[in-house]
């Protein structure tokens, strides 16, 4: 009798000990699975989102800093596995817009995103495209340009949007703050992420601008109309700024032109 108590206290404390034993695995798998790092959010396998940094979006001042900042912790820059390729136009390019393509020439690119395009970035972006014989396989937004050829960044790029100066500051010769604050954070955003879910090139249509609110979101946009010619672009867009002290909010300096039948936008 006395043989069999000492034998089940025997396995008892042997089946204690496993428990034990298993217990402890447990705890230490639920550690390191604790500590195993996230899945990244952003694919790359497509390629990077180029983003050119022009006039008013350098890292200049704090207010550029922390917009920098910000891109970087929501997306990543390439040189730590995230999706934005960044280009500075003054420190990477040494101010010379023409060094844009052999720059980006052996990466592997989704799309291009072009803020405050400096001045003949349009030429560059059409030698790109004629170094593809069907056309450059990828998007090119042009968000808050300073190029003042209208028609050439039209011509290069599969989106333009800006903000449309009311009739006071264009005569009264201002410009409209374009640089980063927390509306075109927002709207650059929201660029970045449409953008990486785009497979195709967007044609050039009047249907653009229902792409175009994805960037936007609820703003009011609408199509740019030449000043001299009352014709409107597919694929440049315009939306209203900031209220400034100062500014002539209410009445932008196409208000009150009547497009032509033939280019009514509602049908």
Not at 161 to 185: A, F, H, K, M, W
Not at 205 to 229: C, F, M, P, Q
Request: negative net charge; aromatic residues 8%; charged residues 25%.
């Amino acid at each position: 009798m006395k043989i069999k108590n000492t034998i089940l206290k025997m396995l008892m404390i042997m089946a204690a000990v496993i428990i034990t034993g298993c217990s402890k695995t447990d705890k230490k798998n639920t550690s390191v699975q604790a500590q195993e790092p996230a899945e990244p959010e952003w694919n790359t396998d497509d390629g990077y989102i180029c983003i050119l940094f022009g006039h008013g979006f350098e890292e200049d001042s704090e207010k550029e800093t922390v917009f920098l900042n910000r891109l970087e912790e929501k997306f990543g820059f390439e040189e730590n596995g995230g999706l934005i390729l960044p280009v500075f136009y003054e420190k990477d390019l040494n101010s010379r817009i023409w060094n844009f393509s052999d720059y980006i020439s052996d990466k592997k690119i989704k799309g291009i995103i072009i803020l405050g395009a400096p001045a003949n970035t349009h030429k560059v972006l059409s030698s790109i495209q004629d170094s593809y014989e069907e056309g450059i396989p990828y998007n090119i937004f042009s968000l808050f340009p300073t190029d003042n050829s209208i028609l050439g960044q039209e011509m290069t790029s599969n989106i333009v949007l800006e903000y449309e100066l009311s009739i006071q500051d264009e005569t009264e010769g201002r410009d409209v703050d374009q640089g980063p604050n927390e509306e075109t954070t927002e709207i650059i955003i929201n660029a970045i992420k449409y953008m990486s879910t785009l497979n195709e090139v967007l044609p050039v249509s009047w249907d653009l601008i229902e792409n175009v609110k994805h960037i936007t979101g609820t703003r009011t946009v609408r199509h740019y109309v030449d000043s001299i010619a009352p014709i409107p672009s597919m694929n440049h867009f315009l939306i209203k700024a900031p209220v400034t002290e100062g500014s002539d909010s209410e009445q932008s300096k196409n208000d009150g032109e009547v497009l032509p039948e033939e280019f009514d936008l509602e049908l």
